[in-house]
């Protein structure tokens, strides 16, 4: 099974800078109203505080995500979406035989999703673990992606 969020991912960087010019704006406009005789009023940057929390958390969240479990082996790549075009910046790539596979979790919270990846490892002892961000998959494409690890799973757990 082989998908990506491409289109999930699409509205992203607009997202982004239209926060950015709300911050600009809105700081801009707090400034101007200080230098005139009325006192300044700190709640007129309330809106420029919740925009930079929104524009680190689309920083955040905002990857692409990229999954192949075709063949042999298990791919899974993500990778920063703002500056993408220009830079690999926050790559993230993982080949590893199926066989390997011991374990996945897909911890769920209110606002962020990330995808646990254990592998059994001859050269660490033990696992290796794998985070990926994996907050702008839908919903449908993070129940295919739970279904083909469990997959690979039993037909691991088969074989042992």
Do not use: C, W
């Amino acid at each position: 099974m082989k998908f990506k969020n491409k289109k999930e991912t699409s509205i992203v960087p607009s997202v982004y800078i239209l926060v950015l010019v709300v911050f600009f704006t809105n700081t801009f406009a707090s400034i101007e109203l200080k230098y005139d005789d009325v006192p300044f009023n700190y709640s007129s940057l309330i809106p420029s505080v919740i925009a930079v929390l929104l524009g680190v958390y689309i920083f955040i969240i905002g990857r692409s995500f990229e999954f192949d479990s075709d063949g042999e082996t298990l791919n899974l790549r993500s990778n920063g979406l703002l500056l993408s075009n220009f830079m690999r910046y926050r790559d993230q790539r993982t080949e590893i035989p199926k066989s390997k596979l011991q374990g996945f979790r897909v911890e769920n919270y209110f606002f962020f999703k990330q995808l646990h990846i254990f592998i059994n490892s001859r050269n660490h002892r033990g696992y290796r673990h794998y985070k990926y961000n994996i907050t702008l998959l839908s919903g449908n494409k993070t129940r295919l992606l739970k279904t083909s690890l469990a997959k690979v799973l039993e037909k691991n757990k088969a074989k042992s």
